[in-house]
Structure formats: C-alpha cells, structure tokens
C-alpha cells in the first residue's frame, strides 16, 4: 500500500488573506487536517469554505495523537498539518510529527507561507544577513538568565518570541545579561492594529510599563558584534585590538578583524598593533 504524504500547511498570522493558492488546494485535497486547535482552525476552513475530517494535535496530546497520525499515513493517508497562525513545527510540536514522519519513512512535504519570526525580523530595522531563533525562554528567571548568558557574546542578530504577561520581566533580564542593546518589539503582525516598537531595552520597558502588554510578541534583538561595532567608534585601533586579543584571538587575527570591521587597510591596523607592543 502506498504511504501517505504530510503536508506542512502555514497559516495567516493575522491577516486572513496571508495564505497561499496552493496551501488552500491541499487543504482541500488532503484526507485528515491535523490542527494544534480545531475550534481556531474551522473558522479558516469555514471562511474558505474547505469541508474536511479534523483531529486535534497539540503540545498536551502529541504522543498519542502522533502515534495514531502516523499509523493513519502508514495506511495511505494525505494529512494537512496545521498550527493557529504562522509555520508549523516552529515553536510548536509540529516538530515532533515531522521528526516521527520522517523516521518512518513517510514523505513530508513543507508548503511556504508566512511565520511571524521572519516578519518580525524583515521590519525590524536591524542586521538581516545573519540571525539566530531561540524562539520562547524558559518561563523561570533562573534558567533564562542562563540562556541569556549563552547569548551574551552572540554575534548574529537574536530572535525571540515572548507572551504578554512576561515580557517585562523578559525585558528587565536582557538588560541586566545583555545591556542596553538596540531591540524591535513587533505585535498583531499583519492585522489592523499592527505595532513595531524600535529603540533600546531601557525605552522598551519604560513604554510597556506605562502600557499593558497585549498580544504575542516577536523581539529582535542587536547581536552583539554590532553592540561592539558601536563601541568601537569611540575607541582607537589599540584599544580595539587589544579587545579581540583579550577575548583570546592572536595579534594576526585581531588585526585582521579590526581591518574588516572598520573596512580599512590592514597594515593600518598591523602598524598601530606594532606600535602599541612596542610601547
């Protein structure tokens, strides 16, 4: 018997107009949509007008239920996989049916579509060629102070997810591990009140602590090689190489990095390096 396909089906985030021509089709033409809530799903299915058989898979249910997904594709199956709003398996246990799926030998199929993180981080006005997603911290101080601080010397630009109720507490620990770092706040993504806060930490909690936090909130936060790059306006080459040296870089090597990050000529920077050794 052939196996089933799992299809990998984003959702609008907001806007119910975000949703592709061919994520509707297979939404159409599958046997079984898998939906993390099948209440939030059917009013997207209703509004398109898209009749099918729903299950719920969601974070509290997702061993069982995966269990009886997979046998449903090992018997010939076409599932559609769902998540409220955006891309599933990110921050969601879309994850763990993939990773099932595949293990089994059965086809996953990944349609494009909208995922908040990416919105957020297009908009935000920071660095875009290179960035990590951490998505949710931990929910106790503790340990996201310690993921923070495996953050703290992460170059690339940050990307994170936070709730409502805890992102002043979350704002509050990325400036005591962090600084005070440039960072973007988006929420309602594409819906009519869409809001985009850019500017430091520090201005981000003043705002929300005469504002109420409501909504998912995306946050994009300056990496800290740019956090650096700022500084190191206001320092002299020496300086400068000497604090690549002291992260436990060679002189060659630091030389070489304050060459590229200040874009200028490398025996500049060698001769500055000589005479600071030489003093």
Do not use: W
């Amino acid at each position: 018997m052939k196996l089933g396909v799992l299809y990998i089906c984003p959702t609008p985030i907001g806007n119910l107009e975000d949703i592709t021509i061919r994520t509707l089709r297979i939404l159409e033409e599958v046997d079984l949509i898998a939906a993390e809530d099948t209440r939030h799903t059917i009013k997207l299915l209703n509004h398109y007008e898209i009749k099918k058989p729903l299950i719920s898979y969601h974070e509290h249910n997702k061993k069982a239920k995966g269990h009886i997904l997979i046998e449903k594709l090992k018997l010939g199956t076409n599932i559609g996989l769902v998540t409220d709003a955006g891309m599933p398996g990110i921050s969601d246990p879309g994850e763990d049916i993939i990773h099932l799926a595949i293990e089994n030998g059965i086809k996953v199929i990944c349609l494009p579509g909208p995922t908040a993180s990416i919105t957020g981080l297009v908009i935000s006005g920071l660095p875009t060629d290179k960035f990590v997603f951490e998505g949710f911290l931990p929910s106790k101080k503790k340990d996201r102070i310690e993921e923070l601080k495996r953050l703290k010397d992460e170059y690339r630009t940050i990307i994170l997810y936070e709730s409502p109720h805890r992102l002043i507490n979350l704002l509050k620990d990325l400036n005591q591990v962090l600084g005070n770092r440039k960072v973007s706040i988006s929420r309602e993504l594409t819906k009519l009140h869409e809001e985009t806060f850019r500017g430091t930490i520090e201005e981000a909690l003043n705002k929300f602590h005469n504002e109420v936090p409501r909504g998912e909130f995306v946050l994009i936060l300056d990496g800290a090689e740019s956090v650096k790059i700022d500084l190191y306006k206001n320092i002299t080459l020496e300086e400068h190489i000497k604090l690549y040296i002291d992260d436990g870089l060679t002189r060659k090597d630091a030389v070489k990095k304050v060459a590229e990050i200040r874009n200028i000529p490398r025996n500049l920077v060698y001769k500055a390096s000589i005479n600071k050794n030489s003093k």
